[in-house]
Each structure stands twice: as C-alpha cells, then as structure tokens.
C-alpha cells in the first residue's frame, strides 16, 4: 500500500512572531521543489495566524500543538477544536510525551481530544511512546497498545481512518538519541498491527510518524523503513534548511 510521506514540525513554545513569520515563509518557499510529501508546521496558538498568512497560497498545511477536549465553555485558556479550524488548522497534535509528563494528560484525555479534533475536521497526530524503563523492561509494546487503547475503542472505523499516529520513544525526544531504524520499524509494526485489530484497511492506510531527534542525517534511514511514513520533528524543524532536508528524505513506503 502507498502511503503519502508526510512531515511535521513541532515548534514547541519557541519563538517571537518576527521569527515564526520568518521560519513559516522559509519553510514555504523551499517546499515548492518538493514533491511526493506532505508537510505541517505546527507554532505555538498566538504565532497561528502570522503562521497561516506567510503559509497561504503554499502546500504547506497548518496545525497546533494541543486542543481542548470540550467544544466550548468556560476553560479558561484552552483553545477549542472549531477555533483552531477557523484558523485554518488543518492537523492538531495530541498527546505529546511533554503533555502527557508535565500537564498530566491521560490516554482517555488525549482520546477525548482526539475526537473533538475529528469532530471539527482536523487531523490529530496521536503521539504515543514508551519512556527509557519501559523499553529496558521490555514493556514498550504493552505500553504503547495502552496509550491507543481508549481512542481506538472510542472510535468507527470511519473516523479512525482520518487519524496520524507518531510513535515518539520519550528517550529519544530531544535528546539527540535516535531509535535505530529497526527498533522505530519494529514499534511501528507493532502499531500498525494494532490498528488492524479493528480494521485491516485503516491499518493499510494510516501513517505512523515517527519522532525523536530527527534529524537531516539519520531522516533516510528512518523513512526508509515499510511502516515509517514519516516524522514528527521537534529541534530541527526550527531550522528551514534542516526541515526542508528532513522532507526530502520522505519516499513512498
Ligand atoms: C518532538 O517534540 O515531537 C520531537 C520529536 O522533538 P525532537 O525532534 O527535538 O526530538
């Protein structure tokens, strides 16, 4: 099965607008010589709307970093679904480790985000992955399945089949350690095996990213492998050249 490659930068809480505007229209312009990818810049909130404007007229989608998981109402500060759309949004990542680790999100929270997503017609990017003891325990799968577990259940195939899932090792994010490509592989079929639990053709046809100190270096290896279909990147997608390197390494899987 072919899989669009698609690419994803998390800019984390990174930036001034001056610089947003400026990482955004450099990222635009070097994407028109790429083809066969799919790429997302995904900027703090406030930096959505400059971001959105330099990225108007190019191939290169919006998305945000989180979403609330109610449609609306009095939760200060949160961001809805419906609003991160009317920006343009077109992706919304969920369940990021750092969400997870510093804000206390749950698997059935980022299911619940997830669906709000769906609803409104945004793609999440469900992140998912296992930290250092995990692994060295032997508990990534177990862990991994657990963390899918409530948006898989809480999902019609339909909707499923609309999702992105990013297998991140909390090991590997930030750190400059990279899963090699046959422990990312391994993961990734492990998903993808998952998923065909519910529906064998969602699992023909899902893309799994994969994220953890991506680089442009290690990003061929990475993509080459047959249930990669991509990243999600962190540091070096606050570096054009580097993003834009990462991209091209993309082929179809
Ligand atoms: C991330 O934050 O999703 C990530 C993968 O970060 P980095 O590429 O910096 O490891």
Redo the contacts with the bound molecule.
Sequence with gaps: MQRRGLVVG?W?MHGSTAFAADLARAVADGSRSLTGVDIALCPPHVMLGVVGAELRGSEVALGAQTVSEFSEGAYTGETAASMLADLACSFV?VG???RRQLFGETSEVVAAKASTALAAGLVPII?VGEVLEDRQNGATNAIVAAQLRPFLESQGKDVLRQAVI?Y?PVW?????E?ASPEQAQAVHHFIRSTVAGVDQATADSIRILY?????PDNAPDLFRMTDIDG???????LKADDFLRICGSTQPS
């Design positions: 998390n984390k990542i990021h480790s750092e992140c990013a991140e590997a994010i930030g750190t400059g990279t994220g953890g100190s991506v680089k990243g999600l990147i962190g540091g070096a997608a």
